[in-house]
């Protein structure tokens, strides 16, 4: 449709039967899809993945959430608690590649669908398990939410501003920092299987996974010997300055701008004393290294803010930006929403779907040749139930509908 | 070595070469190589990826970082300015599957090494770029570091405290989390190129990938039709109560726990009541919907904290989490250094380096049939120049000696 993407079919022919819900294990299976995968949601029959509605008691109000970690997938419904639905998931898991799950601890093996039983039945998949804990944890039994793990991985004490309380970083990272994790592992998975026929267990926990998006911290406490506090207005370490947030016209929540001169290029400072044109600044004895702007920050930053505040954050990204230093105007979700680049670039995509209308979201930020893989719509609850078992397990029409008589799908 | 950890053979014959520096592009090479591929490093001869020394002037005295983003990788030394070492690195992209690259934007086109060149000698070769801004942006010829792409990807905005200043969150997800997305394109190219010979050209520019972890924000700005506004300290969206943190015992910078009751469980509510011995609570007309939690927080929330500061965050942990609540404390570096469970679990493994001695870093988070991927030394500049040269291109010792002399290597 849109000229600015395209189908994509790095994954023609994988096939996933996905157990996942929310966002943690939903956001692994989405970059499969997007990649081309052929990915199955099998949701239950009355309400589906719970992240369709997350306002309770107002059904499949929320669509928004769903659609953002769902397209490009299909779903069909099983009862699993019936000894007929459980036997057409194990013949779908038959017939997979990739089997994915991040329901509670112990809630799949119960079901009669961990890892022993579905290798038994085929030796060749890869069944991967998204946990809030690592089994062998003190807290594997423990449920987790994204905050949960940003808590207990460390990413919540690293966030905020110097010397006050820690803050829950704004992203979900808990959930698809892990999510992307995995992914990983099972296309690496997927490669060995390929050539072997050799499948395995993948598991991640999301307090595990949070530790891989804390090694710059990590190797800052390995420097300083303590543990790392936030600064959030700065950046970390205390060796590049100056490098921080600064406030802007006219004044706004949101009217900031970075500005980040390293150590290791010297043109950054100077540069930047040219754009606010105070250049007498480059050999003040006060700002003449990068240790010393550091040590100075008292007295340098009021400069740097007096010149930010003159401009708003967009002339002074553009500004400072454009003299070859890094820099970015802190933008906002309803700016980065309406940026228009977003659309030329098939970054940003209108889902078109059949209930819910057009939905611009953004879409598989990595670009084949030019162009990012095009969203399709999220689907509908059970929409794809015939069309798979028919496609996957030869099922007939008649079979599907006796089935769903019967309350099995 | 260690028991908790296994040799990973995914990726095994797979060759990448490898031109990236700092963040955004060793932490995507990285997890190939943890998947057991081999990758190579190109490192100029004189200070090698600036990710070394992070501290100008003190050679080579920042490795923890470098560790970090580097560990199982090989490096070799090449003049790419010097004819023949731009020879040199045409012929290992020859024999290559993958190559990335993170320079400033232009430069490696500058080189002779663009997609187009590369191609021309290799057709089957993934080809990837990461930037901070994409081909096509306002912005694409602007430096980016880390706080760039969250400053202008939204990430900034909403993180921090409600109605303050915003603050980047403090993990470097515009580097790590931009070359996660990056590796999910490289293996699902790979699978491609592998059945049909085709290889192609990958991007992804820093600013887009933060959209994608920015996808829970974006639904709930659809859900009221505003910018997402920062509340780092409650769960986002105004419907899960209670829920965000709660100060504990002794009162340091990090003596906080997330307590999180879901609207969609109602035993959430219950068990915390019990928990906190204030049954009363459970019925009580003010707090008795989730909603009704959210709305009365300011009587709700001190009730809360006066039980939380009575304990330890562990000790809250455990007794809210065990309960059946997500309950998290807030951990900080040194605690999850410190942590035996991530040691035992090989979550956190110890690199054994040969001028550097024993580090303690995470490892890859994913387990294959119970275990990581083990560890091993980041490269020491150069390290594998004849091992490579000889190994991909059949150079002898002699060649490389001279070449060296020549400056070349």
Redesign the interface.
Known sequence: MAENSIE?????G?RVVDFTQF?AGP?CTE?LAW??AEVVKIENPKIGD?GRR???GQPDD?P??F???NANKKSITINLKSPRGLEIAKDLLRQADICVENMAPGTIERLGLGYKDVKAINSGIIFCQIK?F??????EK????D???????????????R???????????G????G??????I??????R?KTGEG??????MQ??M?????????????FG?????D??R???G?NGP?G?Y?CAPGG??D???I?T???NAEHWSRLCKVMDREELINDPRFVT?ALRVKNDAELDPMISAWTKRHTKHEA?ALV??A??????????????NEP??V??G??QTMEHPTHGG?K??A???????KPPKVTASPILGQHTADVLQSWLGLSDADVQKLQDDGVL
């Open positions: 994509l079919d790095f994954l023609a994988v966002e956001s970059a990649l081309g719970p997350l306002r309770s929320d928004y959430y659609h953002m970690f809030g690592g089994s062998g944890s003190p807290y423990n449920l987790a939410f905050m949960i793990a940003q808590a207990t991985g460390g990413t919540i004490s690293v966030t905020g501003e010397g006050r309380q820690p803050v829950k970083p704004g992203v979900s990272l959930d698809t920092g892990t992307m994790t995995m992914a990983i592992s296309l690496g998975a997927l490669r060995k390929d395995c267990q993948l598991q991640v926990a595990d996974a530790l891989h998006y804390m090694r710059t911290n990590f190797s800052t406490q390995a420097k303590t543990a790392v506090e936030r959030g207005t950046s970390g370490g060796t490098s947030l406030p929540l949101n900031y701008v970075w980040m390293s150590r290791g990068p990204m930006g454009g070859g230093i890094p820099a970015g105007a802190v933008l906002d979700t309803m700016e980065l929403q680049s977003f030329e670039r970054i940003m939905f979201m953004p598989w930020p990595v670009r084949v040749n030019g």
